[in-house]
């Protein structure tokens, strides 16, 4: 009963975030339009599955029209495979993510990027943060996808069915670039 009650609560907590974080990422954002970016460069918290995920679709799909695609992660201190479980995911779509190894902002040249694209609104904060001059460049990955939704990792929960949801939703917002 009480693990039923904290479930509920739970998904009407993140329900509720979700709404609050859009409607603060369209208060603060900056209405600029990068037409057509050279060089785009994903962001997620490890750099193991979302942003990793994300570059690899993005560049499969690109038939070379961006010069540039990268991902990284803003805490990654240990450079590390995708779980076996993200791996399968992307597989089942015909992408490979067997040699990708995670790697932090550090590593990344952002300020040569034109567009920056955060996973969820606390990334995109903190992006902000450390590069406030680039704001108009950082964007969120749900302001391209058909239904505004947090791009959450997969290694909360159920990993495998999460890997396969993770696929998906980064998916939608990558293939709307």
Same mark, same amino acid.
């Given at each position: 009963?009480?693990?039923?009650? =904290?479930?509920? #609560? !739970?998904? *009407?907590?993140?329900?509720?975030? +979700? $709404?609050?974080? @859009?409607?603060?990422?369209?208060?603060?954002?900056?209405?600029?339009?990068? =037409?057509?970016? #050279? !060089?785009? *460069?994903?962001?997620?918290?490890? +750099? $193991?599955?979302? @942003?990793?995920?994300?570059?690899?679709?993005?560049?499969?799909?690109?038939?070379?029209?961006?010069?540039?695609?990268?991902?990284?992660?803003?805490?990654?201190?240990?450079? @590390?495979?995708?779980?076996?479980?993200?791996?399968?995911?992307?597989?089942?779509?015909?992408?490979?993510?067997?040699?990708?190894?995670?790697?932090?902002?550090?590593?990344?040249?952002?300020?040569?990027?034109?567009?920056?694209?955060?996973?969820?609104?606390?990334?995109?904060?903190?992006?902000?943060?450390?590069?406030?001059?680039?704001?108009?460049?950082?964007?969120?990955?749900?302001?391209?996808?058909?239904?505004?939704?947090?791009?959450?990792?997969?290694?909360?929960?159920?990993?495998?069915?999460?890997?396969?949801?993770?696929?998906?939703?980064?998916?939608?917002?990558?293939?709307?670039?």
């Amino acid at each position: 009963m009480f693990e039923k009650m =904290r479930a509920v #609560k !739970k998904k *009407v907590y993140l329900l509720y975030r +979700n $709404i609050f974080e @859009s409607i603060a990422y369209r208060i603060v954002r900056k209405r600029s339009v990068v =037409r057509t970016p #050279k !060089k785009i *460069v994903f962001v997620c918290t490890g +750099n $193991i599955c979302r @942003s990793a995920f994300a570059e690899k679709l993005l560049k499969e799909g690109a038939y070379g029209h961006f010069p540039a695609i990268e991902s990284c992660g803003l805490d990654v201190e240990v450079r @590390s495979p995708p779980p076996f479980e993200a791996v399968c995911a992307a597989d089942k779509i015909g992408l490979d993510l067997k040699n990708h190894l995670s790697k932090g902002i550090e590593c990344c040249d952002l300020e040569s990027a034109d567009l920056i694209l955060a996973m969820e609104y606390w990334h995109y904060c903190k992006l902000v943060e450390f590069f406030p001059h680039k704001r108009r460049h950082i964007k969120l990955l749900r302001e391209f996808a058909p239904f505004p939704g947090p791009q959450k990792s997969p290694v909360q929960g159920d990993r495998v069915l999460r890997s396969g949801k993770c696929r998906s939703d980064s998916g939608n917002g990558v293939l709307a670039i």
